[in-house]
């Protein structure tokens, strides 16, 4: 039987009183690749923040590898990159090599070597992070989060600031990592018609669930054809060929 990494039951989370999501149950089982989507303000953040215990929930529970989030430890088994890295400090007399290799259990130059290349940094491994541009920044702190190989990997937009080349090298190197090495990986991003060629389940958020199954389920769904059209469908699926056209 497959282990809930994460089991979230009837969640709900209000700003000022405002709810920002309501009523969310899903699970991640070990192995699985999901894709969280949805709108701007639909909640997606917001659902991770509260899966890490970063904010309190006004209902409902977390459980992460089958432990109540309250009384979770082993927070070394989960890599986690934020949304902004705006609070990294441009001052701090760290170099890109020193920082990745934060992101280590013990010392191991071959696998810092190897996710310098991977990530496309090994020619700014003496540069100080302040000095790096925000996606060299970003990629510097992708690289971090990947090195240790945890169990669970958590990632809110890390594509974002990343030229094309970079999103394609990270994108393969998560599905390695999910397909040779069974990393449980949770992904919130926007590029809905690149994700579903990596995920395999997906999570469409709006404040509430729209969506939450396999891509191939969501291709097959009427009410998914509904909501999206039938062109946004496929294309979220990625069920269409380089033209565009749905297959």
Not at 56 to 64: H, L
Not at 146 to 164: G, H, K, N, V
Not at 177 to 200: C, E, F, P, Q, W
Not at 205 to 211: G, R
């Amino acid at each position: 039987m497959s282990i809930n990494v994460i089991s979230v039951d009837n969640l709900t989370f209000c700003y000022n009183g405002l709810e920002v999501i309501s009523d969310i149950s899903f699970s991640v089982r070990k192995g699985d690749y999901l894709g969280i989507a949805g709108p701007n303000g639909s909640g997606k953040s917001t659902i991770i923040k509260n899966i890490l215990g970063i904010l309190q929930p006004q209902k409902g529970c977390v459980n992460i590898f089958g432990q109540p989030l309250t009384s979770f430890r082993q927070w070394n088994r989960i890599g986690y990159l934020p949304q902004r890295i705006s609070a990294l400090n441009n001052h701090f007399p760290s170099t890109v090599e020193e920082i990745v290799q934060l992101g280590m259990t013990k010392r191991n130059p071959i696998a810092l070597k190897r996710t310098l290349e991977l990530m496309g940094i090994a020619h700014l491994a003496a540069r100080l992070i302040g000095e790096l541009s925000y996606g060299e920044q970003q990629r510097t702190m992708l690289a971090r989060t990947l090195i240790s190989q945890p169990d669970l990997l958590i990632f809110d937009e890390p594509t974002t600031a990343l030229d094309p080349e970079t999103r394609e090298i990270f994108y393969s190197l998560t599905d390695e990592m999910n397909r040779t090495n069974g990393t449980t990986i949770v992904l919130i991003t926007h590029d809905t018609s690149v994700i579903g060629k990596y995920a395999r389940n997906l999570l469409y958020l709006d404040k509430k669930i729209i969506f939450s199954g396999t891509f191939e389920d969501f291709c097959a769904s009427p009410d998914m054809t509904g909501f999206f059209g039938p062109i946004s469908q496929h294309m979220i699926c990625h069920q269409h060929d380089k033209s565009g056209s749905s297959i």
